[in-house]
């Protein structure tokens, strides 16, 4: 699990019911330290390049064909596997963490399937104030998000540009 994920994950795993929805991975195991990891592929899996090596966000941003094609496909997958595994599960929250993919994605599988949604955001804080485009887009999954969280307190600054209720939560402390 991401560095950023783990600890929280783990921590609330010991009260609740914990599914990580991520991109498939070699050799993943399907639980880990009291979470449930499920995987969605989204290409061949030779070709499956977006994550696990570097910036997402890079990689989408340059010239690469591949990675605009690998792109739309990631997004589709994670949309696919995130309502397959709500209906299947029916959580109490879909909890997105960043905004862009997995709150866009959570945002489309809550308006489909009526699960509340909540979102983390991370370093992507600074698309907001640097893309229109994606601030739109923030502006949307945050509106009709359950609540909306900032990591820190400059990350809840940029989120309140375009959503003045957002929380301040540092993921590692104690309570999480």
Do not use: Q
């Amino acid at each position: 699990m991401a560095p950023f994920l783990g600890p929280w994950s783990r921590n609330l795993a010991k009260h609740l019911n914990i599914v990580v929805l991520a991109p498939r991975f070699k050799n993943a195991p399907p639980e880990r330290d009291g979470v449930i990891l499920e995987h969605f592929g989204y290409f061949f899996k030779s070709m499956e390049k977006f994550s696990y090596t570097s910036s997402l966000f890079a990689k989408v941003r340059g010239f690469n064909i591949l990675y605009h094609i690998l792109a739309v496909f990631y997004f589709l997958g994670f949309i696919i596997k995130s309502l397959i595994i709500v209906r299947r599960i029916k959580p109490d929250i879909i909890h997105s963490h960043w905004f862009v993919p997995a709150g866009l994605v959570g945002h489309i599988t809550s308006i489909i399937t009526g699960t509340p949604h909540v979102v983390s955001v991370y370093s992507d804080g600074f698309l907001i104030e640097t893309n229109a485009f994606l601030r739109r887009i923030a502006m949307v999954i945050f509106n009709r998000a359950k609540s909306v969280i900032g990591i820190s307190e400059s990350i809840a600054d940029s989120v309140k540009l375009v959503y003045p209720d957002a929380k301040v939560v540092y993921p590692c402390n104690r309570l999480f």
